[in-house]
């Protein structure tokens, strides 16, 4: 029998009180939370009163300096480059004076206002900008606006012509020299800098001389793609389908399986593969339309006029719209023959039904009865105000040949002997410089100057004020002239100086301009 002392049960008796009081207390807590008391503030208490860490709350902490970290130099002045010396240019440069000025070095103190929102990069291009805007100004005659003609657009002075032009409402032609347009995006960002009617093209584009007259011609007067002289036309569609009826049925007869070329249905494989050919052969041909019986000509001349015609477009109509949509239920869509319908209808010419809706009710539908109406705005260039040639190297090399050359003779030999992209640059300059002349419009170069040409003048006041306009950046961060400019950064390392000279004299340098600051 178990037995058990008094002092153990008296253990045990404590041990279960004290458990359930802390189950009960734990409760308690549980349900209820101890107020907190707030302490009053001191009479003396300010916000002033905690200071801020040592870091700071709003000023910036000062980071510590890399000491192998490179400081920039701050720039003082930016330089074009000169490739007729093989150095920097002095004179096409830009400098900070005292007070925070600008002082260009061919022009001399800039404008205060333009000085601060003129990039100085751009500011090395004030001479080409302002004698494009001297160009301009020469050839528009007191303000008038037209289509102006652009060699050399992707230069600075042909670039700084093409944009001012646009700016100012002409429709530009630009014709982007040797040196740059077998860059296919520097031409589309030339062309992205005219705006409509005006256009871009490679200098070879320009040597096709007939092309490019078309295209200044369409430019001038506008085009309408779906305007055109639909009475001398009308009788000529007709004659074009006849013609192309009678060549369908020649070149593929009644007597071949399908309308396929006879080539395809010669054998040429081994013997052993002969007896499957022709049941492969059928397969393949079940596709085709079958060949056509033939037409006589004088039947077709003399029943298959205007209004068979247009019955015929409208069963054609009828039929293309059955196979785009998968069959309409009446239309057969495995077959149609347009020379056999066109046989039938000379042999027995068909009459319009009475319920037949009249020709046009169709957007973009083509009715040889009735014109449609031009849904595409023309737009007009106006006619040529001038035309600006910027002088390329090669242009001006080989502008020099034939001018030193007395008779015809001469000047074709000269010509024999020049390179490639100097016989390229004389013909695409020329077939300007002939569109401008026989429109009677003013020619005149920039950057240099050509024999038998007009030099533009020296840039005035109001031409440098101009292009400094031009170059002013705007709220936005845009302006009306841009440039590609690559800055090689000579104030840091003075040997870019050395190497900017070097790529801006490398053949074929790309298409951008090169400035080094200093």
């Known amino acids: 029998m178990l037995s ?16 359930a009081a802390a189950s009960s207390t734990s409760v308690r807590n549980m349900a209820m939370q101890a107020r907190e008391e ?4 001191p009479p003396n208490f300010s916000m002033d009163a905690v200071k801020p860490p040592p870091h700071g709350f709003g000023d910036q902490q000062e980071e510590d300096v890399d000491p192998m970290a490179y400081v920039r130099k701050p720039v003082s002045s930016v330089h074009s480059i000169d490739l ?17 000025s600008v002082v260009h070095g061919r022009f001399g103190n800039v404008d205060a206002s333009a000085a601060q929102t003129v990039p100085l990069e751009y500011l090395a291009f004030l001479r080409p900008a302002s004698e494009g805007a001297a160009a301009l100004r020469e050839i528009s005659e007191g303000g008038k606006t037209g289509t102006v003609l652009v060699y050399g657009a992707s230069r600075p002075a042909g670039m700084s012509a093409v944009q001012l032009a646009t700016a100012s409402g002409n429709a530009v032609v630009a014709v982007v020299d040797g040196q740059h347009s077998g860059h296919d995006e520097m031409v589309d960002t030339v062309k992205g800098l ?15 001389k007939a092309n490019f007259r078309d295209l200044v ?19 000529q569609f007709l004659t074009d389908f006849k013609t192309n009826v009678l060549d369908y049925v020649e070149a593929y007869p009644s007597d071949l399986p399908a309308a396929v ?37 004088a039947q ?15 069963k054609f109509v009828t039929q293309t719209t059955a196979v785009v949509s998968g069959g309409d239920g009446v239309t057969n869509i495995d077959r149609f023959a347009p020379a056999e319908i066109v046989n039938n209808m000379c042999m027995q010419p068909e009459e319009s039904p009475d319920d037949a809706k009249p020709a046009g009710d169709y957007p973009f539908e083509f009715s040889i009865k009735n014109e449609s109406t031009p849904t595409t705005p023309m737009t007009k260039g106006g006619p040529i105000v001038g035309a600006i040639i910027e002088v390329t190297p090669d242009l001006a090399v080989a502008c020099e040949a034939v001018a030193a050359a007395k008779t015809l003779r001469e000047k074709a030999e000269a010509l024999q002997f020049l390179t490639e992209p100097q016989k390229s640059a004389f013909g695409a300059a020329s077939s300007i410089v002939g569109l401008a002349k026989k429109a009677g419009a003013a020619v005149r170069t920039v950057g240099g100057s050509l024999p038998g040409l007009d030099a533009v003048e020296t840039p005035t006041e109001q031409d440098i004020q101009t292009a400094l306009e031009g170059m002013e950046l705007g709220d936005d961060g845009t302006s009306k002239l841009n440039y590609f400019i690559q800055v090689y950064r000579a104030s840091d390392y003075p040997i870019y100086e050395d190497y900017a000279i070097y790529r801006a004299n490398e053949p074929l340098s790309g298409p951008r301009q090169i400035v080094v600051t200093k």
């Open 194 to 208: 005219t705006s409509e009617p005006g256009t871009a093209v490679a200098e070879q584009y320009a040597l096709c």
């Open 38 to 41: 707030i302490e009053e503030l």
């Open 84 to 100: 007729s010396k093989g150095a920097i240019s002095a004179l096409d440069s830009a400098a900070f004076g005292p007070g925070g």
């Open 300 to 314: 077709l001349e003399a029943n298959f006029n205007v209004e068979q015609y247009e019955l015929f477009k409208k």
């Open 4 to 19: 058990i002392s008094s002092s153990a049960l008296a253990r045990l008796t404590a041990r279960s009180r004290t458990a």
């Open 217 to 235: 011609e369409k430019t001038v007067s506008g085009d309408d793609f779906t305007s055109f002289d639909f009475d001398s036309n009308q009788y």
């Open 261 to 297: 070329d006879s080539e395809q249905l010669k054998f040429t494989g081994k013997e052993k593969d002969r007896a499957n050919f022709k049941a492969n052969m059928s397969a393949y041909l079940s596709q085709y339309q079958p060949g056509a019986d033939p037409i006589d000509p």
